[in-house]
């Protein structure tokens, strides 16, 4: 799929199930989004093992999609981390509930996968949101130290 058509897809949809922090997309145009957004899973993996996980996950693309740009945004702080990876959890069951009727397995299994993919994010992902920060810091640095007719 296009990635552009995908980044519109989980926009609206992220707007239709009310996903917090949601807001936060609009900050951005499409083209930098598509550079933000890598799918479900860390930078360390691999393209095509994101691909794969996201595949598997389509429910939750939407949820990773704000939780990327999220770490795009670290402010490298404890409290921030702990936030972005407990949203990912209400998200994801919002997601769930959005999509699938209370009587449907899919409904729990999403929300399961939501509260597994948050935990990991919070056991394992502090030196990626860490990296995030300070890729943050060294953009806005370099930013600030072009001359002025080169920012544009």
């Known amino acids: 799929m296009n990635k552009l058509k995908e980044i519109k897809r989980l926009k609206e949809l992220a707007a239709k199930c ?12 499409m083209n930098e989004l598509v550079k ?23 429910s939750l693309a939407a949820v990773a999609f704000i939780h990327d740009v999220e770490w795009f945004e670290s402010d490298g702080t404890d409290e921030t981390f702990k936030a972005t990876n407990d949203r990912f959890k209400r998200n994801g069951y919002k997601v769930a509930e959005a999509e699938y009727g209370w009587w449907n397995p899919r409904r729990y299994a999403v929300m399961n996968q939501a509260r597994r993919f948050g935990n990991y994010c919070q056991m394992f992902g502090k030196s990626g949101w860490l990296k995030c920060h300070e890729a943050r810091l060294k953009q806005e640095a370099e930013k600030d130290a072009a001359p002025v007719g080169d920012n544009q």
Do not use: M, Q
């Open 18 to 29: 009310e996903l917090e922090d949601r807001e936060i997309l609009s900050k951005y145009p």
């Open 36 to 58: 933000i957004y890598n799918g479900i899973g860390p930078d360390a993996f691999p393209e095509w093992l994101r691909g794969f996980v996201t595949a598997l996950h389509p």
